[in-house]
């Protein structure tokens, strides 16, 4: 056998363990979400980067967003006066009308629908008594959205509502201590809450049949100081929460540079999933949907990245083994 032959043949050898360790790693999934999930323009334009990129998103909808003048006022969210809501309410039944199709093509579209409530309080003092009837609401706004504003909902709707919306997040993330959110989210049906915030990218845990799923803290800026992977928080350490459009692609960079290096961390390193999550309000001249734009075509056509929701990466979670019954967050 000749020199360079032989020493093709051992090179080779080298680099079959690597491929076969490659082969092996489970894929990095990235899970984005969104708040609200009222702004029809941006509805489209989520779903427009989604299909562009192969990518699911969890859609958090706050149903007042459902609500015309005569469900504003009978909705009484608990602890509150009647016809109030720190989010508003739906402007008219046209705006509600496209609301609606944009959530059913966007379920059609293999995205998840999940809830945020209705009038976004926060609940951290809140009984289990109190979230049922949170839930409840929205429930009962979601069966009746199609009749309310005088159209035929599609066939499938009432599925959808009845046992396909499975997650939840607590608006400001300010879930209950202790387990009263826990036990009034299993009598609701849900099966995963994300209202969790973690020191860094971490696998869920389950607690109590619920799936809980936490924004991890990423580093960010000139100090990498650590920062909830959310738009809002971004907005505020920016700009202290006040629009600043001036500055747009500065901040659209800082936060592109955290959320792609969070991503390289974890798609070099252990492939925890990585949570993001967004508003449907661009904030400082949109600079956080562009630089999510730019991290989803960046990374998701990728063979060994899967940009999914949060229903789908459970499944593929627990193949890996790596779902946690006890709490260490």
């Known amino acids: 056998m000749s020199r360079p032959f032989l020493s093709a043949c051992l090179a080779a050898s080298f680099l ?34 989604a299909a562009k990129n192969g990518a699911h998103f969890s859609y958090f909808l706050s149903c ?30 046209d705006e509600i009308r496209e609301r609606l199709g944009n959530i059913w093509h966007a379920h059609l579209e293999g995205h998840d629908i999940s809830s945020h409530a209705c009038g976004h309080f926060d609940g951290r003092l809140w009984s289990e008594a109190d979230w049922s009837a949170e839930y409840a609401t929205f429930h009962a706004t979601l069966k009746n959205a199609w009749k309310s504003v005088g159209l035929e909902e599609p066939a499938g ?7 396909d919306i499975k997650g939840f997040r607590a608006p400001y993330l300010s879930a209950t ?8 989210e299993k009598k609701a ?10 020191k860094g990218p971490a696998m869920p845990v389950e607690e109590d049949g619920i ?28 700009s202290k929460g006040e629009e600043d459009s001036a500055d747009s692609k500065e901040f659209e960079d800082r936060a592109y540079s955290a959320f792609k290096e969070a991503f390289d961390k974890q798609y070099a390193g252990g492939r925890i999933p990585l949570q993001l999550g ?14 999510l734009d730019r991290l ?34």
Not at 157 to 163: G, K, P, R, S, Y
Not at 189 to 198: E, H, K, Q, R
Not at 305 to 313: D, I, N, T
């Open 211 to 238: 799936i809980r799923f936490g924004l991890p803290l990423i580093p960010e800026g000139p100090n990498e100081r650590p920062i909830i992977g959310m738009d809002y928080n971004l907005f505020v350490r920016h």
């Open 296 to 329: 989803v075509g960046d990374v998701c056509h990728r063979t060994d990245v899967a940009c999914v929701s949060y229903s789908e990466a459970i499944p593929m979670i627990e193949a890996r083994g790596k779902l946690e019954r006890t709490s260490g967050l």
């Open 157 to 163: 709707w009432q599925d959808l509502v009845d046992h």
């Open 64 to 93: 007042t967003f459902l609500m015309n003048e005569a469900a504003k006022r009978a909705y009484q969210a608990p602890h509150q006066k009647r016809g109030k809501s720190n989010v508003g309410f739906a402007q008219s039944d």
């Open 16 to 49: 079959l363990p690597t491929a076969a360790d490659a082969a092996d790693r489970p894929k990095q999934l990235v899970i984005i979400s969104f708040d609200g999930a009222h702004d029809n323009a941006l509805w489209l334009k989520s779903r427009e980067m």
């Open 278 to 291: 967004f508003h449907f309000v661009e904030m400082n001249g949109g600079a956080y949907w562009r630089a």
């Open 177 to 184: 201590a202790g387990a009263d959110m826990i036990a009034a």
């Open 189 to 198: 049906g849900f099966s995963y809450d994300a209202s969790l915030v973690t």
